[in-house]
């Protein structure tokens, strides 16, 4: 079928706002001295430090004074921090990531996140090689 637009059939991905609105808001807070956070979904896909969940969610700091190595690229953020003294790798998936916005006055904006039953299930494979090395356990399980 046709429409006034051209032949549906042939459609083309068109690629997410979505990273690119993460980094004109960041680039926004940075410019005018307000510190970004971002409040994340958190499964398996998510890499962070699991204490400081609450309800499936966690709100970080993205500023420059409180992480090293910040990337925001289309598929995800992944910078290191400091929790409790402790330097932590830290990866998102764009797909978990439910605001943006700064702490001082809470303008930003939120996304809806929509993590279908299969993304738990493929969970960590997803995940950057150098992540995953970081984030394998050596615990045993004692009966």
Same mark, same amino acid.
């Given at each position: 079928?046709?429409?006034?637009? *051209?032949?549906? !059939?042939?459609?083309? !991905? $068109?690629?997410?706002?979505?990273?690119?609105?993460?980094?004109?808001?960041?680039?926004?807070?940075?410019?005018?001295?307000?510190?970004?956070? /971002? !409040?994340? +979904? %958190?499964?398996?896909? %998510? /890499?962070?430090?699991?204490?400081?969940?609450?309800?499936?969610?966690?709100?970080?700091?993205? *500023?420059?004074?409180?992480?090293? &190595? #910040?990337?925001?690229?289309?598929?995800?953020?992944? +910078?290191?921090?400091? +929790?409790? *003294?402790? @330097?932590?790798?830290?990866? $998102? @998936? #764009?797909?978990?990531?439910?605001?943006?916005?700064?702490?001082? &006055?809470?303008? *930003?904006?939120? +996304? @809806?996140?929509?993590?279908?039953?299969?993304?738990?299930?493929?969970?960590?494979?997803?995940?950057?090689?150098?992540?995953?090395?970081?984030?394998?356990?050596?615990?045993? #399980? %004692?009966?």
């Amino acid at each position: 079928m046709s429409n006034q637009f *051209g032949d549906e !059939s042939n459609k083309v !991905s $068109i690629p997410s706002t979505k990273p690119y609105l993460i980094r004109a808001l960041y680039q926004w807070c940075i410019d005018h001295q307000f510190t970004p956070y /971002v !409040s994340v +979904f %958190v499964d398996a896909n %998510v /890499v962070v430090p699991m204490e400081y969940v609450n309800k499936d969610e966690i709100v970080l700091n993205i *500023g420059p004074a409180a992480c090293q &190595n #910040l990337n925001i690229d289309n598929d995800s953020i992944q +910078f290191k921090a400091r +929790f409790n *003294g402790n @330097p932590k790798e830290i990866y $998102i @998936p #764009l797909t978990h990531v439910m605001a943006i916005y700064s702490r001082e &006055n809470s303008q *930003g904006m939120s +996304f @809806p996140v929509n993590i279908a039953q299969s993304t738990l299930a493929n969970s960590a494979k997803d995940l950057p090689t150098e992540i995953k090395e970081k984030t394998k356990t050596h615990l045993k #399980l %004692v009966k």
